[in-house]
C-alpha cells in the first residue's frame, strides 16, 4: 500500500485520522495533528452501533428478547394510543429504523433538536404520530436509538456506561470516553458518545472477528450476523441497506481499479454526523476508521474509502502470500 500516495490523496478531505488495518496490522495510518487518534472527539452517530452491540450483548445474556418483541413489553402506555399500529412496533422496527413514526431529523416539527429539548425524551418519541406501517420504510431518526437506550438501561438494571464497561468497553481495554445522558439520566442513544480512532479500531475489529476478542466471546456469531444483514434498502440520496443500526453498502467490481476483480466489494460501517466512519470489509480483512471535526461540503471520508483505500486494499490483498 503506497502511503505517500493516500497522504496527498487525503488531503482535499480535511481528515482529521485514518486508520487502515488489515491481515492484523496497521497499513495506513494519518494523523492532521500530532496524536489525533489518541484523543476523545464525538463520534456522533456512531453511537448508534455501538448501542446495536450492547443490545446484542444484552439479547445472548437473555436479558432483552427476541427481536420481534413488541416493544409494548417495554412501554405499556402504548396500549392507550389511538392509532393501534404504534402497538406492531418490535425491537427488530427500531434497530432498523423502521418504526413508522413521523420524524424529521434535522428541522421540521418532529424533530431530534425538539426531542433534544423536551423534558423528557422518551415520551415525546412515543407521542409521535405514525407516518408508516411499522416495517415498510427506514427513516433516520435518533429518537428510536433513544427508545433502544431505554429499553436497555430497563432490561439490564444498569446504566448503559456501568454495562458497557462489563461487557463491551472494559473487554476491549477501552478506560477513556465521554457520554451525554438524557433529562432521565439515560445515555443518549444516537450520539453524544466521545471515543478516540484508536479505540473505534478496537470496536471495528471484533466485528471483522465475529464478535471475539483475545479468544473469549463477546457478542455470539448468530448475533453479529443479524445485526449487519442487510435489513431495508435506504432510499437517496444514501446508498445501500440499513441493518441493526449499521449501515451496508458494496462498490460495483467495475468501480475498482484492478482489472482482476470479479466481484463486487461488500462493506458495512458505522457512521456518524460530520465525517466519523468505522467501516469493515470482511472479504480483505480490514477495518478502516476515518474521522473529522467538522463536516466539509461535497468531500466525504466514505468517498476516501471507496475512491482511494479500497482499490490500494484489494491490489495488497491480491499480492499478499497469505491470500
Given at each position: ?20 488495518h488489515c491481515n492484523g496490522d496497521i497499513l495506513y495510518h494519518y494523523e492532521k495533528l ?46 392507550d394510543q389511538q392509532d393501534k399500529r404504534k402497538q406492531m412496533i418490535t425491537l427488530q ?226 499480492a499478499s502470500p497469505l491470500n
Open positions: 500500500m503506497n502511503s505517500t500516495t493516500l497522504s496527498q490523496e487525503i488531503q482535499p478531505y480535511d481528515v482529521n485520522s485514518c486508520i487502515v500530532d496524536e489525533a487518534s489518541s484523543k476523545l472527539m464525538p463520534v456522533n452517530s456512531c453511537t448508534k452501533s455501538i448501542l446495536s452491540a450492547l443490545i446484542c450483548i444484552a439479547m445472548d445474556q437473555g436479558l432483552i428478547p427476541s427481536p420481534d418483541t413488541c416493544i409494548t413489553h417495554f412501554f405499556p402506555q402504548l396500549h422496527h427500531l434497530l432498523t429504523l423502521t418504526a413508522g413514526l413521523k420524524w424529521t431529523e434535522f428541522g421540521g416539527i418532529n424533530s431530534f433538536p425538539k426531542m433534544t429539548r423536551s423534558a423528557d425524551w422518551i415520551d415525546f418519541v412515543l407521542q409521535q404520530p405514525m407516518s408508516d406501517e411499522p416495517g415498510s420504510v427506514m427513516v433516520y431518526n435518533s429518537g428510536v436509538s433513544q427508545l433502544l437506550a431505554a429499553i436497555l438501561v430497563q432490561s439490564t438494571g444498569q446504566s448503559i456506561s456501568q454495562y458497557a464497561d462489563l461487557h463491551l468497553f472494559g473487554p476491549l481495554g477501552i478506560k477513556q470516553y465521554e457520554w451525554k445522558i438524557d433529562p432521565q439520566g439515560i445515555h443518549t442513544g444516537g450520539y453524544g458518545l466521545q471515543l478516540c480512532a484508536n479505540d473505534m479500531l478496537k470496536f471495528g475489529l471484533l466485528y471483522l472477528q465475529r464478535g471475539k476478542w483475545n479468544n473469549e466471546v463477546i457478542i455470539s456469531e448468530e448475533l453479529i450476523d443479524l445485526s449487519i444483514e442487510p435489513a431495508i434498502a435506504v432510499t437517496l440520496p444514501e446508498h445501500g441497506c440499513y441493518g441493526w443500526h449499521w449501515w451496508t453498502d458494496y462498490i460495483p467490481a467495475n468501480d475498482t481499479t484492478d482489472a482482476s476483480t470479479i466481484a463486487d466489494l461488500h462493506y458495512y460501517y458505522a457512521r456518524g454526523f460530520g465525517g466519523q466512519f468505522i467501516i469493515i470489509v470482511p472479504t480483505l480483512n480490514s477495518v478502516i476508521v476515518l474521522t473529522r471535526k467538522q463536516r466539509k461540503m461535497g468531500l466525504s471520508p466514505l468517498d476516501f474509502f471507496r475512491l482511494h483505500i479500497a482499490p490500494m486494499l484489494i491490489a495488497y490483498h491480491t
